[in-house]
C-alpha cells in the first residue's frame, strides 16, 4: 500500500515518501505549511489513490477530543423521558458516534483526517494520545469496548497557529509542505487548467511570486488564491500584455482583489507604488 501521487494532486516527492513513512510506521502524519499548501486535499487524494473511505473531522476552536469519539446526548434523553418515550430505557439510543469511532468500526482500511488541530485548546491532542497509540477507546456510558478493527492512516494537518505538546510530537511523522516553487507552480496549474496559454501564465506568475515578496504584506496570496486569479483572467480575457510593466510594483494588478485579502495590504500596495511612481522608478 503505497502513495504515489494522483492525475489531480501535485505530490513532491518528500511528500509522497513522508505518506509512505507514515503508513509504514503505523503513525499519524503530522502536516503542517501555509494556508492554501493543500493539506486538507492531500487527505483526500491519499484516499482517493489508496481507494479507502475518508472520515474528515474538521477542528473548531470549542472543539473537545472528545467529540471524535462520541457524545451522549442527555439533553434529548431528558427530553424524551419527560415524554414517556420508551427510547429512554437504552441509554445506546442517545450515544452519538464521532469520526474516530466510525473509522474504527470500519471493515477495511481507511484514512481519518483530522483537519487543523491547532484551532483546537492546547490540551487536545494530548487528550487523543491514548486513543491514537492503542487505536481503542471505553464508552462509559454503554460499558463498551471500541476498538479499532483495522488501524487507519490518520492525517493531522495545523498552521502552525500554536505550538502542539512533545508528547504528541513523538508520536507523529512530521513533514512540512513547502510552498511551492515556480516549478512546481506550474505542473499545479497545468492540472487544474490545462493548456493555459504560456505568454499568460508566464507572466501571472511573476506577478503572483513578486507579489508575495512584497515586503511587510500581511496575508501572502496562497496557491488557491492563485487559481481563483488564473480563472479571472481567463474569463475576462485578459491579455499578458495588461500584466507587464517595467516595475511591476508600479500598478496593483488586475483583479486584484483575487490575490489581496485585505485592505492593510491594498494600501500597502498602493503606497509602494506611490512612492516607485513618485521617485521615478
Known amino acids: ?17 513522508a505518506v509512505n513513512a507514515a503508513i509504514q510506521l503505523e503513525r499519524p502524519l503530522l502536516i503542517k505549511g501555509e494556508p492554501g499548501t493543500g493539506k486538507t486535499m492531500l487527505a483526500e487524494e491519499v484516499a482517493r489513490a489508496l481507494e479507502q473511505p475518508l472520515f474528515q473531522w474538521h477542528i473548531k476552536s470549542t ?6 469519539l462520541y457524545e451522549y446526548d ?36 481507511s484514512v481519518v483526517l483530522i483537519d487543523e488541530v491547532d484551532k483546537a485548546d492546547i490540551e487536545f491532542p ?6 491514537l497509540d492503542r487505536m481503542e477507546f471505553y464508552v462509559y456510558e454503554t460499558q463498551q469496548l471500541i476498538r479499532a478493527r483495522q488501524r487507519p492512516l490518520i492525517i493531522i494537518t495545523s498552521n502552525n497557529e500554536k505550538e502542539l505538546p512533545d508528547a504528541f510530537l513523538r ?55 492563485l487559481l481563483d486569479w488564473l480563472k479571472l483572467l481567463m474569463a475576462e480575457d485578459i491579455p499578458p500584455e495588461a500584466l507587464r510593466s517595467s516595475d511591476k510594483r508600479e500598478m496593483i494588478p488586475p483583479l486584484h482583489g483575487a490575490l489581496l485579502k485585505n485592505e492593510q495590504d491594498i494600501h500597502l500596495f498602493e503606497r509602494l507604488a506611490f512612492m516607485h511612481r513618485r521617485n521615478g522608478s
Not at 74 to 96: E, K
Open 171 to 225: 508520536r507523529c511523522f512530521f513533514h512540512y509542505i513547502r510552498f511551492p516553487d515556480k516549478a512546481t507552480m506550474e505542473q499545479i496549474v497545468e492540472v487544474h487548467y490545462p493548456g493555459l496559454k504560456k505568454a499568460l501564465l508566464k507572466e501571472a506568475l511573476e506577478v503572483f511570486f513578486e507579489l508575495r515578496e512584497v515586503p511587510g504584506l500581511k496575508k501572502k496570496p496562497s496557491t488557491s488564491e
Open 63 to 68: 472543539t473537545k477530543a472528545q467529540h471524535g
Open 126 to 131: 494530548n487528550d487523543l494520545l491514548r486513543e
Open 74 to 109: 442527555a439533553v434529548s434523553r431528558l427530553r424524551d423521558s419527560q415524554l414517556g418515550d420508551d427510547r429512554v430505557h437504552d441509554i445506546g439510543n442517545y450515544i452519538v458516534r464521532g469520526k474516530l469511532w466510525d473509522a474504527f468500526d470500519h471493515d477495511g482500511r
Open 1 to 17: 500500500m503505497r502513495f504515489n501521487g494522483t492525475d489531480t494532486y501535485v505530490a513532491t516527492d518528500d511528500l509522497m515518501l
